[in-house]
Structures are given as structure tokens and as C-alpha cells.
């Protein structure tokens, strides 16, 4: 683990398979950082929520279709997490969200006023359709604490999770239909917030997606522990990873 001076915001940005979990999950053990995924505050929500409450209905059917949660409701769901994060002063790394222009006019300035905006760092994945649907369409999590397991040929025959021990099983919104109707949510929903985040002067470190788990971890290690001063003293630990 290294430590940092200042807590950060690491926001990572990218299509579905893109390999923003993984390396949400790498930095979070590196830099001591709390593991942000929006989707899983989300999941929460809508599990523990009120089955009747027409919102929380709403909400569900959009989340189970590949469609995004309203924006209005992701951004006070998540600045309500955050807000408690920060209280305790626990930097975040982020996995995919900002997921709309909405949600990053609303989030950007939070982050700014609890972490400082130079603390802020963001870097944005890409890699295309047909390696979103592969990847998506047969990758696992474990049961226990919903650690994914990518569609790899190293992580092919693996049947327990190598973190918690738990048994692994395939996401009901992990099917090829649903997962193009989220990787074409992202093109027209997300994508652009890249653009909103450069016009609003953050510096946005582009990093292809396609590349294996470990090459695409060193390059975002590499502008990370770069600003550290000690890019030549950090070693890489591959453990149980995700896109």
C-alpha cells in the first residue's frame, strides 16, 4: 500500500468490460482507497427500498433493462455516500461514474469542495462493442462480496472466488441483448462526460482498454505514483481482478 498525502478521487470512466472494476479494485488496495461502485449503491437502493414506492420501481425496471437509474436519483443516492465517506476522511476511487453530463454537473463540484479539485484524478478506458459484449457475457462474481472475475483464459475454469472463498455465478444483466443496450448507453449517456470533464479543466489521462489487466494498471500507476515521486519503487500485485 502507498500512502498519499491528501485523500483522493480517482474516477475511472469507460463502456461496460472497459476494465474500470478492475482497476478500481487494484487502486483501492494500493492507495487504501474506498472502492466507489455506483452500481452496487444502486442494487442496495432498489434491494432494500420500498417495493411499493413508485420511484423505487421505476428505478429497478431501468437498472434491470441495461437503461441508466434516473440521473436525479443516482446523484442524490451517491452525494449522500460520499458526503459520509469524506466526514470520515476516506478518499474514493470511482468505477464508472460520473455515468451523464447530470450527474457529473452535479457531482463535480462536490468532489472540488470535500477533496479539492487537485485531488481529483480521472482517466477514461475505452475499448469497443464486440470486446464489451465478450467480455461481459461470461464474466462471473462471487456470491459473498460481489468480487468479479473477467472473462480472461487465465480465470476460465475458476469456480471459487480467490478473495472470500465464495461460490461465483453470472449476473442476470450480464446477457449479450442487455449488454449492448449498455455499451449504446454509454456512447450517448457517458462518453460525452468526458468531454463536460475536460471543459471543466480536469485533466483527462486517456488509457486504452484493450490491453492486458496488468499493462493497463502500470499506466495509471504510472501517472498516480508519477505525481508521488516514486514510480520506480512500486510493484505491481496482480490478485483477484474484474472489468
Not at 470512466?13 to 479494485?25: L, N, V, Y
Not at 455515468?99 to 479539492?116: A, H, S
Not at 462480496?145 to 480465470?155: A, D
Not at 476460465?156 to 449498455?182: A, H, Q, V, Y
Request: hydrophobic share 35%; with cysteine.
Amino acid at each position: 500500500m502507498i500512502n498519499i498525502p491528501k485523500k483522493w478521487i480517482v474516477i475511472i470512466i469507460g463502456p461496460p468490460g472497459a476494465g474500470k472494476g478492475t482497476q478500481a479494485e487494484m487502486l483501492a488496495d494500493d492507495f487504501a482507497l474506498f472502492n466507489f461502485e455506483t452500481s452496487k449503491v444502486i442494487e442496495e437502493k432498489i434491494k432494500t427500498g420500498d417495493a411499493n414506492d413508485p420511484t423505487i420501481k421505476q428505478e429497478k425496471d431501468n437498472f434491470e433493462s441495461g437503461k441508466l437509474v434516473t440521473p436525479e436519483v443516482v446523484v442524490g443516492w451517491i452525494s449522500e455516500k460520499i458526503r459520509g465517506l469524506a466526514s470520515g476522511g476516506v478518499g474514493i476511487v470511482f468505477s464508472g461514474s460520473p455515468r451523464t453530463v447530470y450527474e457529473g454537473e452535479k457531482e463535480m463540484p462536490i468532489f472540488d469542495e470535500l477533496y479539492g479539485r487537485e485531488n481529483v484524478k480521472v482517466f477514461n478506458l475505452d475499448i469497443g462493442e464486440s470486446e464489451s459484449v465478450e467480455r461481459n457475457s461470461h464474466r462471473h462474481i462471487c456470491k459473498a462480496n460481489r468480487h468479479p472475475i473477467p472473462n480472461l483464459p487465465e480465470f476460465k475454469d475458476m469456480k471459487i472466488c480467490p478473495k472470500d472463498g465464495s461460490e461465483l455465478e453470472l449476473r442476470s444483466i450480464d446477457n449479450p441483448e442487455t449488454i449492448k443496450i449498455r455499451y449504446q448507453t454509454y456512447l450517448e449517456e457517458t462518453k460525452p462526460v468526458v468531454d463536460l470533464l475536460d471543459n471543466m479543466g480536469y485533466k483527462v489521462i486517456r488509457v486504452g482498454g484493450n490491453q492486458t489487466i496488468k499493462s493497463v494498471h502500470d499506466e495509471i500507476m504510472g501517472h498516480l505514483t508519477g505525481e508521488l515521486g516514486d514510480i520506480n519503487e512500486h510493484k505491481v500485485a496482480l490478485t483477484c481482478t474484474h472489468p
